[in-house]
């Protein structure tokens, strides 16, 4: 199989430690992928409704509805996960319970399930994903693409493979055949997992530390974005060639002012430096790096168009 006929993922699930603004890398994602024609669904999961800000939209619920038009015309839609919800499905899905289900949400009997069994709640979390990632719809998948503000990294291995240990607990049924469907999935080509960190010491660690447990876990790394990187590399200039230039533009190149500037130009080669050596690092791990911009006065919509123009040209789409 040629290197141009690998299957392109579909679920891509971004994850990063808090504060690197993998939830706006995750809905720019989003909007890269539509493409002309193309649906995509961006999911969040475990109530944190932070898309729908980004969107200045009202905030998600249960039902899958139109957030944006992507970057090339296709459509985004949105959807918060919840897992009482996702077990209704189920129940609906496999057991035929139907309204049967409902009731058993009013007296609790859901609440209580997912309270004996933690892991419960991933399972179903990651099989609503599994479905509407395979969906079909009018002869054509239901969504192009699937992307998934994913937990954190510190948890993201845990929430991923939730369903390989379940499907090796229960062997036969319903629920043991789900979690081995969704492990596959989950495992194979069809899922890309994004590390989303910023230039700083501790989420790039935590970026390297995620990295070794997805792959010791067999998870399908996709790229490594690093984001609010500022500025250009500033060129190499002296104190001399400053008062020159200072000199040319009609300013008085006093020596208070040349030492602030020059205090500012050396604060920001530091910057820089810092910046190439995490870069350095996490090339190290041999997966493509992508780099995003800071957006100084914070991500809005038109950021997150900004934002996914930067990922649409060779941007997170395969692994």
Known sequence: MTASALPVPRLHVVTGKGGTGKTSVAAALALALAGPGRRVLLVEVEGRQGIAPLFEAASLGYEERHLASGLDGGEVFGQSVDADEALLDYLTMFYRLGSAGRVLQKFGAIDFATTIAPGLRDILLTGKLKEAVSRAESGRMAYDAVVLDAPPTGRVVKFLNVTVESGRLAKTGPIGKHSRSVARMLHSSLTAVHLVTTPAAMPV???????????????????????????????????????????????????????????????????????????????????????????????????????????????????
């Open 205 to 319: 660690q935590e970026t390297v530390d995620a990295y070794r447990e997805l792959m010791a876990a067999d998870l399908p790394v996709g790229r490594i974005i690093l984001n609010k990187v500022t500025g250009a590399k500033p060129a190499e200039i002296t104190e001399d060639e400053l008062e020159s230039g200072l000199a040319r533009a009609g300013v008085a190149p006093d020596s208070a002012l040349v030492k602030g500037l020059m205090t500012e130009y050396e604060a920001a080669r530091t910057e820089i430096r810092a910046v190439d050596a995490y870069r350095d690092r996490l090339e190290e791990l041999g997966r493509p790096v992508e780099e995003l911009p800071l957006i100084p006065e914070g991500v809005d919509l038109s950021g997150l168009y900004q934002l996914a123009r930067e990922l649409r040209p060779g941007g997170p789409h395969e692994h």
